[in-house]
């Protein structure tokens, strides 16, 4: 998730004023006109570059931000590239649970390319947005969806860690790949309906705003309307983080729950050695003595390395 909350850090609304006088001619200027008078301006639209940036913004300030913003992506983009890499080069990771953090590692991947390079374009240019208006709703449709996906896998990840730790006799019955597959099939599907189809038939935002993104291609603002921000908020933060709650509540309790009883049984283990160890003290001679202790002192080892198995059923406290 770093690089999602490096996403929204990085986020920044930009002011707007709009003169309802402006209008935008075919050779690229900007005509302001006045109700009162016949004076015409023409202002050309320029390209932002180091020469005609805003004069409140810092040269310095723009290219300490482009470092700081180029580490932060090349750092996500190769991270998640790596965990994607090990997962298809070494066999033992190849199991139904590193298959979530596959998917959600790609999902990771695509919020730093698709939408943090947009964004720190944007930022890099004084706020000005340069890819024109369907560019726009393209970049705000790849946001919402890949930073959705990526919280939804997260939700996935912990149900799954639920069944194996609650459930761990039945984790191999209820996680099949058939499973799995609908889990993560979810976890991709349901973002579009909140990203692409709203945000291209215009329904996240309000009138006006679309007829200002009409009239100002040069600014690419998000501002959704009541409805879509209740809607949107559900299905990407409220929802799967009250079941990720609820599922590690469960997992804490359980936890503790193993840990308690491993605790008894490791006591009674101990118990018992000492217990044998004294009766073979006093009916066998110190040879026979020093076995029966052998014996359980390798009893306790290997109980004690069973418990402390992080792929095993019986014990899944350290899965």
Not at 64 to 74: C, D, L, P, R, V
Not at 79 to 108: E, P
Not at 234 to 240: G, K, M, Q, R
Request: with cysteine; aromatic share 8%; glycine share 6%.
């Amino acid at each position: 998730m770093l690089n999602v909350m490096a996403a929204a850090a990085v986020t920044m609304s930009i002011p707007c004023r709009v003169d309802p006088t402006a209008t935008t001619g075919s050779n690229g200027s900007t005509t302001t006109g006045s109700s009162g008078s016949n004076n015409v301006t023409t202002v050309p639209v320029e390209n932002p570059t180091v020469e005609n940036l805003p004069d409140n913004v810092n040269v310095f300030v723009v290219v300490i931000k482009g470092i700081i913003m180029g580490s932060i992506i090349t750092t996500a983009v190769l991270g998640n590239a790596l965990v994607i890499a090990s997962v298809r080069r070494h066999r033992r990771l190849r199991v139904v649970t590193n298959c979530y953090v596959v998917s959600l590692a790609a999902a990771d991947l695509l919020v730093a390319m698709c939408a943090m390079t947009f964004n720190a374009s944007v930022e890099l240019s004084g706020g000005r947005w340069l890819f024109g208006r369907f560019m726009c709703d393209v970049w705000n449709s790849l946001d919402v969806y890949f930073s959705t996906a990526s919280i939804l896998h997260l939700c996935c990840i912990s149900v799954d860690r639920y069944y194996a730790i609650v459930s761990p006799l039945e984790y191999s019955v209820i996680m099949r790949q058939g499973t799995v597959g609908c889990m993560l099939g979810s976890a991709w599907i349901l973002p579009a309906l909140i990203s692409f189809i709203p945000i291209f038939m215009g329904w996240y935002t309000t009138k006006e705003h679309l007829e200002f993104m009409v009239k100002n291609p040069e600014v690419c603002a998000f501002i959704v309307n009541r409805p879509y921000a209740v809607i949107s908020s559900c299905v990407s933060f409220w929802i799967p983080g009250l079941v990720m709650i609820v599922m590690y509540c469960k997992i804490y309790k359980e936890a503790v729950r193993q840990r308690k009883a491993l605790s008894r049984t490791s006591s009674n283990i101990v118990l018992n050695s000492v217990h044998h160890h004294r009766s073979s003290t006093r009916q066998h001679h110190h040879q026979q003595m020093l076995l029966q202790a052998a014996a359980d002192t390798g009893e306790l080892v290997l109980h004690t390395a069973h418990c402390k198995m992080p792929n095993t059923k019986l014990h899944p406290i350290n899965a």
